[in-house]
T-cell receptor
């Protein structure tokens, strides 16, 4: 079975802090994604990566950056956390052509 | 721009009932449609994937159908159980991995 692991289930940070969210997958998938999920808005794509060191902006990239130095690891970075970035963050991976998406358990981030 | 709507937003049924969850989308030019289950505070678990050339997919007590021309998909759950209580989301892939649009979901409660 595919396993997508997110390093933290819950995270509390202060406004202005630099925040790193880590995601690791063990199935050699080329594609990796970061989404945020907010009540009433559903899942929105922040960034995705289709290969090592390759990244593309999603629908809401502002305030975020990403890093993919190794195929199995995709990191989301909040350069200066703000309260409107309080959300559930979900990492996903898939094979090329983006068929079945496999999700991690999510990180609930609170920015105070 | 693809829009995905799920109705109803919430549903409560007694144990043992058969039920149907609905998903509609505005652009019928899709690659595939995926149904997910999400437990509170958790990530998404893939249930069924229907390719655009298929009409339905079955897994155990679950059956998903797809009518591209009318922009609709249904998820049928037979003999519902309390363990089926969760939020069910559909996701439409309109053109590759970066164009997956999610519905907000239907929150299902199965009462013992």
């Amino acid at each position: 079975d595919v396993k997508v692991t997110q390093s933290s289930r819950y995270l509390v940070k202060r406004t202005g802090e630099k925040v790193f969210l880590e995601c690791v997958q063990d199935m050699d998938h080329e594609n990796m994604f970061w989404y945020r999920q907010d009540p009433g808005l559903g899942l929105r794509l922040i960034y995705f990566s289709y290969d090592v060191k390759m990244k593309e902006k999603g629908d809401i990239p502002e305030g975020y950056s990403v890093s993919r130095e190794k195929k199995e690891r995709f990191s989301l970075i909040l350069e200066s956390a703000s309260t409107n970035q309080t959300s559930m963050y979900l990492c996903a991976s898939s094979l090329p052509r983006g068929l079945v998406l496999f999700f991690g358990s999510g990180t609930q981030l609170s920015v105070l | 721009k693809q829009e995905v709507t799920q109705i109803p937003a919430a549903l409560s049924v007694p144990e043992g009932e058969n039920l149907v969850l609905n998903c509609s989308f505005t652009d019928s030019a899709i690659y595939n449609l995926q149904w997910f289950r999400q437990d509170p505070g958790k990530g998404l678990t893939s249930l069924l994937l229907i390719q655009s050339s298929q009409r339905e997919q079955t897994s155990g007590r679950l059956n998903a159908s797809l009518d591209k021309s009318s922009g609709r998909s249904t998820l049928y759950i037979a003999a519902s159980q309390p363990g089926d209580s969760a939020t069910y989301l559909c996701a439409v892939n309109s053109g590759g991995y970066q164009k997956v649009t999610f519905g907000i979901g239907t929150k299902l409660q199965v009462i013992p």
